[in-house]
């Protein structure tokens, strides 16, 4: 069942002397009301300056407009499932409003011929503390994307008073926002230039994506990207800065497409951040977390290559460490990636698994088809020493 059921919030009297409805630290503590994405009406990607989509293997054109029933079908199935165990674990789970993103977007400064999905949540809008906070977007299709939370967010920003809503500047997505040459650097010139830290947007208009975040109590940590760029890091400074949080830029310049923070550098506990062994951060940009104590641990090598993945997928074989945390004692992994099970199983996590395969299309795993709305916990400061402090 993958129909928008709400249920009833509790009212904001009997709220009053709890946690706030909305409430979210970090990417760890306890969780106890998440959204699982849906893949009802979903479309391919439309190309677009933002998004080259490409068939693996090189197999023609990229398709267009609504996905195959039959696809749908199966990636709902499996968003199901991890759903029936969250709630198995005793998290409450909504699912986003049914939205037909076969509909074309005309706006006066761009057309899209259709738009995408509401599988990945966790690209489009993020709770830091009581906040929520819906992102610009990158892509045209995914302009409105937010119209499949609103029902849901509605309902918590009605039902506590204690609960902020932000939505970040809208982006023009004309074509100037954009640079099309991005798509047709060589390879050796990417590399020769990836310092630079400049993708397929420009700098001129505040541009981020929610999952290029990732929380960790009073730093949150924003990756430069494809998805965001400086103009938005700098946004979401001014706006969290004066609330005690610090907003801190990390770059991976061996990631030459990159897209989201989830694959490449995930917090599991307080302490521990599981990394990517071929994308590592920038030199320099590892000591605030040695100096802190946490340590870095290397995702094994994913149980498909590149090429293994689904046809339509967009994303690297990296979403093998797309986990999500329901505790820090409690990761929930894909099925088959049995070494990263091993590995959290080495470090005292329990792991727990679910088939997740056919929601790779769909541009993400576990992580990226969530969006944390409470886990409990307040916001800690779990880098004390800042000798080494990047914020500035
Ligand atoms: O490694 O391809 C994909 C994350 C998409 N939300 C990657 C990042």
Sequence with gaps: MTTNDPGSMETPQVERSRTPVVSSWNEWDP??????GSADGACFEPTEPGCRPTVRGGGGAFPTGPKPAEMIARANEELDGLAALLTSRG?????PST??????????????????????????????????????????????????????????????????WTTAPRPSMRDEMYREEFWS????????????????????????DAADMSRFGRDVFVQESMTTNRAGIRWLRRHLEPQGIRVRPVHFPLDLFPSHIDCTFVPLRPGLVLTNPDRPLLDGEDRLFI??????????????????????????KWLSMNVLSISPTE??????????????????????????????????????????????????????????????
């Design 31 to 36: 969780l106890e009301e998440v959204v699982v």
């Design 91 to 95: 998290v409450r789970v909504r699912r």
């Design 99 to 164: 939205v037909d993103f076969a509909t074309a977007v005309s706006a006066p400064t761009f057309d899209v011929a259709n738009q995408y999905c509401a599988v990945c949540p966790r690209d489009v809008i993020v709770t830091i503390g009581s906040e929520i906070i819906e992102a610009t977007m990158s892509r045209r299709a995914r302009y409105f994307e937010f119209l499949a939370y609103r029902d849901l967010v509605y309902r918590y920003w009605n039902s506590d008073d204690r609960v902020r």
């Design 185 to 208: 650097i060589p390879l050796e010139e990417r590399y020769a230039r990836m310092h630079s830290f400049e993708f397929c947007i420009s700098q001129d208009e505040v541009v981020f």
């Design 291 to 316: 100096e802190n104590g946490w340590k870095l641990v290397n995702a094994p090598e994913p149980t498909t290559g590149n090429d293994g993945m689904p046809r339509y997928c967009q994303s690297s």
């Design 331 to 392: 990761v929930i992994c894909e099925e088959r990636e049995t070494p990263l099970h091993a590995l959290l199983d080495s470090l005292g996590f329990e792991v727990l698994t679910v088939p997740f395969r056919h929601v790779f299309e769909y541009g993400g795993s576990l992580h990226c088809a969530t969006w944390d709305v409470r886990r409990t916990g307040t916001m800690e400061d779990y880098f004390p020493d800042a000798s080494s402090d990047q914020a500035t």
